[in-house]
């Protein structure tokens, strides 16, 4: 079976657009065969909590509903509550933003794409992992609901975004590299899946996502603030006793640029 989804994953792989900015994200383990998918009683869900974004962390037991990319948007109204300038349930909806009064609504177009999504569940993990495979990434949302008996109704809309190529989870009670993104300045720094993050910045992840997000957050923060050219993680490789300090880059400054003229 493993087998011949890679065959299908590599087939899909050929047919995909060859734009780069219509490209699915590339990774070290590749993201669709290790995003730790698991079905349990006609639900999909995740074996162990993951981000998928700075601030969403899946976790056992919340019910994967559908993945997709907007196909009657541009990339500047795919985000549905800027789109609306309003909350998510009102974009969805298509009332009126704000204190209710009239104000802009969503594209009836968009509208209604979206509520085709919102009714949809997959039931079948292979469903998740052929859409991965496909889909750009930086446009990709995932539809879930944080519990099975609520799914029809409190149901959340997330886009998935990685820090600095990195995507991480708690597999085992840890803050763990699942995958990094090949090209990316994690993979620049030389960080691998199975790293475990110690600290960003100097501040403990205490193994948490979420402290890890903030840590995260408050280094890139520190850095540009400061105009340095990396900000330091401190990580343990597998099967080692010692942790070892690693710089990510960060994108050029005007200042930093001008610098390196001079060298």
Not at 69 to 80: H, K, M, P, Q
Not at 120 to 140: E, K, R
Not at 213 to 219: G, I, K, P, R, T
Request: glycine content about 6%.
């Amino acid at each position: 079976m493993f087998h011949r989804l890679c065959l299908l994953l590599a087939a899909l792989a050929l047919l995909a657009p060859l734009r780069a900015q219509d490209e699915p994200v590339h990774m070290r383990p590749e993201f669709p065969l290790i995003f730790p998918l698991v079905e349990n009683d006609n639900i999909v869900t995740v074996k162990y909590p993951v981000l998928i974004n700075p601030t969403t962390v899946l976790k056992p037991g919340n019910v994967l509903r559908v993945i997709y990319i907007l196909s009657t948007a541009n990339d500047s109204s795919s985000d549905l509550v800027l789109a609306h300038h309003g909350d998510m349930e009102q974009s969805y909806s298509r009332a009126p933003a704000g204190d209710g009064s009239s104000g802009p609504k969503m594209d009836p177009n968009v509208a209604h794409e979206i509520e085709g999504y919102r009714r949809t569940a997959w039931q079948v993990s292979n469903n998740f992992i052929l859409a991965m495979a496909q889909y750009p990434t930086d446009t990709m949302h995932l539809i879930y609901a944080p519990e099975a008996k609520n799914q029809f109704q409190n149901l959340h809309d997330e886009r998935f975004s990685f820090f600095d190529g990195l995507f991480v989870g708690l597999p085992d009670g840890k803050v763990t590299v699942i995958a990094v993104e090949k090209e990316s300045k994690a993979d620049a720094a030389g960080i691998k899946a199975g790293d475990e993050i110690l600290s960003v910045g100097g501040a403990p992840t205490q193994n948490d996502l979420p402290t890890f997000s903030a840590a995260y957050s408050n280094a890139k923060k520190v850095a540009t603030e400061n105009e340095v050219s990396s900000y330091p993680m401190t990580i343990r490789s597998p099967g080692s006793a010692d942790a070892r300090t690693v710089n990510v880059p960060m994108p050029a400054t005007i200042k930093s640029s001008l610098m390196d003229g001079f060298h």
